[in-house]
């Protein structure tokens, strides 16, 4: 089995920061690819940003104030979110994929709550 454990969302003023962290747990290869997305309510859950072989993507609306990170001796991912907007109110998800007995899979964090308030 694999686990994805997040922690760190919670309430924060428009403008100040937050900083998510996803522990992948269980028996595993190797990761290929960690990552964060959010969802609000009636739409779909979109990518928030990813990283992959030393590559990073992000959505636009988030570049040049978020930033992931990844820890790989701990099998961590991070999300450091800085000058935060109402609009960034959403439950955010942490995803792997993971390369497990042979086969790469996607895995998915229980959500955590980012309520940005003004």
């Known amino acids: 089995q694999v686990q994805l454990v997040e922690s760190g969302g919670g309430l924060v003023q428009a403008g100040g920061s937050l900083r998510l962290s996803c522990a992948a747990s269980?028996?595993?290869?190797?990761?290929?690819?960690m990552g964060w997305y959010r969802q609000t309510p009636g739409k779909e859950r979109e990518l928030v940003a990813v990283t992959f072989s030393g590559n990073t993507n992000y959505a636009d609306s988030v570049k040049g104030r978020f930033t992931i990170s990844r820890d790989n001796a701990k099998n961590t991912v991070y999300l450091q979110m800085n000058s935060l907007k109402l609009e960034d109110t959403a439950v955010y998800y942490c995803?792997?994929?993971?390369?497990?007995?042979?086969?790469?899979?996607?895995?998915w964090g229980q959500g955590t709550q980012v309520t940005v308030s003004s």
């Open positions: 269980g028996s595993f290869f190797s990761i290929n690819a």
């Open positions: 995803y792997a994929n993971i390369r497990r007995f042979g086969e790469n899979r996607s895995y």
